[in-house]
């Protein structure tokens, strides 16, 4: 099992950058696959990006492709979310998640991921 504790929201105007990190606990952070999935008020919980456990692979949604960037440091058991040209549709609560399984990454859009961390509030600004 894995713990997963985000950190780096807050308040951004719309064009600004945010990097989103994500610390995880346990010795075998590197066999998981991770992701970021994000909710927005009154949304359901939606897909982001993923990277595989060597982050030889990523997989985003067309909503951020271009704008995103998700990368990870497996000798620190972190993963990040860079974000740059953020939009007030981009305001919403991130998630980390971790999972085992070892999926192709774009199958976590469909399947969801196995671990949760609590989450980190973004807001864009107009």
């Known amino acids: 099992q894995v713990q997963l504790v985000e950190s780096g929201g807050g308040l951004v105007q719309a064009g600004g950058s945010l990097r989103l990190s994500c610390a995880a606990s346990g010795r075998t952070f590197s066999s998981y696959d991770m992701g970021w999935f994000r909710q927005a008020p009154g949304k359901e919980r939606e897909f982001v990006a993923a990277?595989?456990?060597?982050?030889?692979?990523?997989f985003y949604a067309d909503s951020v492709k271009g704008r995103f960037t998700i990368s990870r440091e497996n000798a620190k058991n972190t993963v990040y979310l860079q974000m740059n040209s953020l939009k007030p549709e981009d305001t919403a609560v991130y998630y980390c998640a971790a999972d085992p399984r070892r999926y192709s990454v774009s199958y976590y859009r469909v399947t969801g991921m196995d671990y949760w961390g609590k989450g980190t509030l973004v807001t864009v600004s107009s």
């Open positions: 990277i595989n456990w060597s982050g030889s692979s990523t």
